[in-house]
């Protein structure tokens, strides 16, 4: 058992706090890391509203190096650097026997409680809590990556850059010539463009109300940037596209009435693809005989299709090689001390992804 700092969700609607909690040490298939970087996602924050038991430990993009594995873990060992991968995977569902571990069926967590909060077990966000020094997790929770990249780098792969390039390039299998409209430049949405960028697709079109995101989705590779506050989108998407319509939408921000308009942009066969987190209580309209005669789709998307133990080293490599941009999503760094400001939306202005940086 050890002591450690961690940021806990007590109960809903309410800004979390820093807390002393008590780790246990890793049972049989589990890793210990000690957390260097976590990285504050919408999800996190969500968790105030959206948590499906309270209290829980936060936080589930994060990096770190191996402390300790249980019996049987042989991925890897101590002193490996790893990122966070929330979705562990059965490898025994219908889903995983049939190579569709991104549709696993029992994502894996602890045999048991590792993290004890005033002598009670604490739940853990999404099987990861990294908003903690140690984080136990199912051995397919610690996935080893390349230790010449930065553990505030490497943090970001695990959430971020997985679902926004992963929406791109194996959700909505975005090809070469093909249209794009991402709603939402936000951390998420910017991984969008640069995956859609390094699937060939054009044009790629940012759609935002802040002047400061549109301007870093030029520098992640859109094509055009509209400001909706300025400008109808829909119109603007028409006339871009000349009149057709793009392949694919993809909405990051959760809005069903943004979704709709989604829907209104999308080519003859387009795909509207759902990556920002609504409501759980939210509902969806449109209509539908207009989607059908257009032959057109709408797809959900968790953690952009991806699967962790492959594509995290990738992304680590790309960003290494120069194809991922990660350094200008990274653009606030604070202690764990600090997190509760950023949930009370004190945090730093204007940030894509601030990350927590562990002494």
Known sequence: MRESKAIVLADYHQLPQLVDVTIADPGPNEVLVRIKASGICHTDIGYMRDARQVPVLLGHEGAGVVEQIGANVTHTRPGDHVAVNWQAKCYQCRWCLSDRTDLCEHVQSTAAPRVFWKEE?????????????????????????????????????????????????????????????????????LNIIQGARLAGATPIIAVDIAE???????????????????????????????????????????????MAKGIE???????????????????????????????????????????????????????????????????????????????????????????????
């Not at 010449?148 to 926004?164: M, N, Q, R, S």
């Not at 030029?218 to 940037?225: E, I, K, N, V």
């Not at 760094?333 to 997190?339: G, M, N, Q, R």
Request: proline share 6%; net charge neutral.
């Open 121 to 189: 077990p604490l739940a853990i966000m999404l099987n990861a809590g990294t908003f903690c020094e140690y984080a136990v997790l199912p051995a397919g929770g610690a996935v080893p990556v390349r230790k010449d990249i930065p553990f505030e780098k490497a943090a970001l792969l695990g959430c971020g850059v997985a679902t926004g390039v992963g929406a791109a390039l194996y959700t909505a299998r975005v090809a070469a010539g093909e249209g794009v409209v991402v709603i939402g430049a936000g951390g998420v949405g």
């Open 212 to 258: 400061g995101s549109l301007q870093r989705a030029d520098q992640f590779g859109a094509s055009h940037l509209i400001n909706s506050q300025k400008t109808e989108p829909l119109t603007a998407v028409r006339e871009i596209t000349a009149g057709r319509g793009v392949e694919h939408v993809f909405e990051v921000i959760g809005q069903p009435a943004l």
């Open 265 to 359: 942009m999308l080519s003859r066969g387009g795909a509207l693809t759902l990556v920002g987190a609504a409501a759980r209580d939210a509902e969806l309209t449109f209509a539908p005989r207009r989607f059908m005669s257009q032959q057109q789709r709408v797809q959900g998307c968790i953690y952009g299709n991806v699967h962790p133990a492959k594509d995290l080293p990738l992304f680590a490599d790309w960003y290494v090689d120069g194809r991922l941009e990660l350094d200008a999503l990274h653009t606030a760094t604070i202690s764990l001390a600090d997190v509760p400001k950023v949930f009370a939306g004190e945090g730093p202005p204007s940030a894509v992804r601030t990350v927590v940086r562990f002494s």
